[in-house]
């Protein structure tokens, strides 16, 4: 099925399951979004809110079992990558959608040198022969800030920095020029001066290429820095999706404005920070309404009890929270939480 659309990728109503001995793990419910040529969308929660799996479930790259994607549309250029054979996702992977892990070491294989592996990607997906492809990934090398690419090309990757494994990372992801980067936490664990290294790396190649990038990750300092739009995740389900400007101006979600309230500020003293209260649900035993009412301080009866639809509020702002909708003050919300004014 073709549909035709300005998005290179449209995601509709996703859903991911995870079948286990303890239960059904709706690890994705549900989940929407788009995604236009040379965009940056972030996702963003804590962990176990389903952003690294609804990364995975884009790629086909869900585990099964136990995992399964049991729902919903992937159209990467009007065309639904849920229809196609595996030898089909294949040649698209690396190829035309691409993915840097948040852990390099392992994702990188131990025993062949950084560019070989490279030039194994380019091979794959650009039929070169071996002189002309290992040429091609030295000049990947080069292209992302290693020195001395022509012998570092030659080394494993124990040999270098978590720093550089990161940037062979981006240099294979980049290698064929894709359409679609999907970075999962691509600065996790390296230090602050190189994670504003490797954004910038990102943010550069992207201009270069024209390459649309999800970024996921916890950090919302990253997201203020590098993108256009941002989905906000809370037990699989996205609670707010929004503008990165108007996410940071104007939050709207009760979880978004806890997210937010917990970062350090430099402008105001702070003895100590601000966090939200309990805990993320367990995804074996969700609540019956709304996954976050449990741990918000607006929560009504209402919320305890039916599930809010992602609505739009405003032309670009859409949240799934019964206080934006005209239910919350209606004669049926019978009364409010006990303790909360």
């Not at 159209?75 to 229809?83: H, M, P, T, V």
């Amino acid at each position: 099925m073709k549909q035709v659309n300005e998005n290179i990728l449209e995601v509709k109503d996703l859903e991911t399951y995870f079948f286990t001995d303890e239960g059904t793990s709706k690890a994705v419910n549900k989940v929407s979004f788009s995604l236009k040529k040379g965009e940056t969308l972030g996702i963003v929660g804590e962990s176990g809110s389903g952003k690294s799996i609804t990364s995975l479930s884009l790629l086909r790259l869900i585990p099964s079992p136990p995992g399964k994607i049991v729902g919903g549309n992937i159209y990467f250029k009007g065309e639904d990558l849920l229809s196609k054979t595996d030898k089909q996702m294949r040649s698209i992977r690396g190829n035309e959608i691409s993915m840097i892990f948040q852990e390099p070491m392992t994702s990188l294989n131990p025993v062949y040198s950084v560019g070989e592996q490279i030039a194994e990607v380019i091979r794959l997906h650009q039929n070169l022969g071996k002189k002309e492809a290992w040429q091609k990934a030295v000049d990947m090398l080069k292209l992302v800030g290693i020195p001395s690419p022509e012998k570092r090309a030659k080394q494993e990757p124990h040999e270098l920095s978590g720093g550089m494994r990161q940037r062979v990372m981006i240099a294979m992801a980049l290698a064929c020029h894709p359409e679609v980067l999907i970075a999962d936490e691509p600065t996790t664990a390296l230090d602050v001066t190189i994670q504003a290294q490797i954004l910038e790396l990102i943010k550069n190649l992207q201009k270069e290429f024209g390459t649309a990038v999800i970024l996921i990750t916890h950090d919302l300092g990253v997201v203020y820095e590098s993108c256009d739009r941002v989905a906000v995740m809370y037990a699989g389900k996205i609670v707010e999706y929004t503008t990165a400007k108007e996410l940071f101006e104007n939050p709207k979600h009760p979880y978004t404005i806890g997210l937010l309230n917990s970062l350090p500020r430099l402008d105001m003293d702070q003895e100590e920070l601000t966090t939200i209260p309990g805990t993320v649900p367990s995804p074996y035993n969700m609540p019956k309404g709304c996954s976050f009412a449990p741990r918000c301080a607006f929560a009504k009866k209402i919320c305890e009890e039916i599930v809010p639809d992602l609505q739009h509020i405003d032309q670009s702002t859409q949240v799934s929270c019964w206080k934006h909708t005209v239910q919350w003050d209606r004669e049926f919300v019978l009364h409010e939480k006990v303790g909360v004014e």
